[in-house]
């Protein structure tokens, strides 16, 4: 249940992903939502999510909510699809100021933009196990023909750099072959894989990708303007927090930002 | 400094690595010491250690030790690269069991079998990046050229299954064509490598390839055998502790040790 009496519209965003990956959610928030503060907290020192059980992502969340809240965060975002898929749920039982996940954004999109309703999900392991995307699309629209498959590899890829060429299109087909000539419309669920878009575009011709990242933005803005939450701040100030060696993000983020951040915004997080 | 005083020779040996790469060393470790009881931990919440810094590999690697100190074990062997090759010196100083690390005993091996001295050693990006293995190897062999080259892709691949076709062969080629015909000796200096092997090999012709875990047993052997240390019970346990869902290591354990091991041996650790 969601309780806004000690929220106050001056307080910042929280956005939390496992690493660099939720820096295109932050990305598009500043775009959609330029008068907000945001705090960013990126679980550095224990990342990939995407093997692991749901357990363990339910611990890390809390970890990193806890964390945002003792930053007084007004809202948070989790933008890590892993994270969304294994715990949202459970969290929102929990904890009652407004928690949104990437899952649901990128489901209604694709059920919106898909004309033959046969829509395909790629993400991590655990994302894909979950079935979420699958559930939640079927809710929305009963005919749907959903086709889920995780590709492990994608996340070290675009973390290596190899967000093009000979061995990224190899891997590429290797994976999304499966989905060739049987869908209109594919959901990156996972926010790495945006990422991919030119060269998966390229494999999978006349293909919607639906990312999450910008439908997000979106419905956060209606839910702060419903809860009259808003903020139109001159200048919003922007904070970085990382669990693992605030050096290296600080490099990485900027491959994933296209946007420079200063050294100065980047804190170490004991999650 | 190494004090025996509380030991005893029926304690079990500990061994921990950041997941399951480690079980290649634990193979070995069962094979040259068949009456010693073994403690297995893998740390496959917070997995893989690779990219990660410095301070967080230590802070890892003592929390690691202080668990296994808990189940009394009377010697420690990381068989974890990139912890051996960042937290070893400083963890010896701290505690006062033997605790035995995977560089040392490749190096010792390399430099033996290494005719023109000309060696490679391929590993995480942290363990290139201490630089230890060049440091030993010249410290042992002053007129040694040592060629140093991070892998970051093979380790998803080996998790992923990877280890052999196409797919693989085109990274082997991408990292180690700068090795091709200027080594005659290359250490494998990550735990998962040693599954690549085969295909290592049919790149790099007649080059030696050196994993630590063989040498890493045998030392230990001399080192329990000079502390009068040696256990030689004729039904050793086994036990393996992780700090994700055991039920997902249960499964991949079996592909890294070739071998069955029980439901039963696996436990949850909270590291």
């Not at 249940?1 to 598009?28: A, H, Q, W, Y």
């Not at 004309?115 to 790629?122: A, S």
């Not at 979950?130 to 079927?138: F, N, Q, W």
């Amino acid at each position: 249940m969601i309780n806004t009496k000690n929220l106050s519209r001056n307080k910042p965003i929280g956005v939390f992903d496992s690493g660099v990956g939720g820096l295109t959610v932050f990305k598009e928030i500043k775009k959609v939502l330029p008068g907000e503060d945001i705090i960013y907290l990126g679980d550095t020192a224990r990342l990939p999510y995407g093997n692991k059980s749901r357990k363990t992502i339910i611990r890390f969340t809390i970890e990193n909510i806890l964390f945002l809240l003792k930053k007084k965060v007004k809202l948070i975002i989790i933008a890590c699809n892993t994270s969304s898929s294994l715990a949202l749920d459970y969290i929102k039982k929990i904890f009652s100021l407004p928690i949104i996940g990437v899952i649901e954004p990128a489901v209604k999109k694709a059920v919106e933009v898909s004309l033959n309703k046969k829509i395909g999900v790629i993400g991590t392991k655990s994302t894909i196990e979950s079935k979420i995307y699958e559930r939640l699309i079927l809710k929305k629209e009963k005919k749907a023909k959903v086709y889920s498959l995780s590709c492990p590899l994608f996340v070290p890829l675009v973390e290596e750099g190899f967000v093009k060429g000979r061995i990224t299109q190899m891997i590429i087909r290797f994976y999304l072959k499966k989905l060739k000539g049987k869908i209109d419309t594919l959901i990156l669920g996972c926010t790495h894989y945006p990422l991919l878009k030119k060269e998966i575009s390229s494999y999978l011709k006349e293909v919607k990708l639906i990312d999450s990242a910008n439908s997000v933005a979106e419905e956060v803005r209606i839910l702060l303007e419903n809860l009259n939450l808003l903020n139109n701040k001159k200048k919003p100030v922007y904070r970085f927090y990382v669990s693992d060696d605030p050096q290296g993000f600080f490099k990485t983020a900027k491959f994933f930002l296209k946007d420079r951040i200063e050294r100065e915004q980047v804190y170490l997080a004991d999650v």
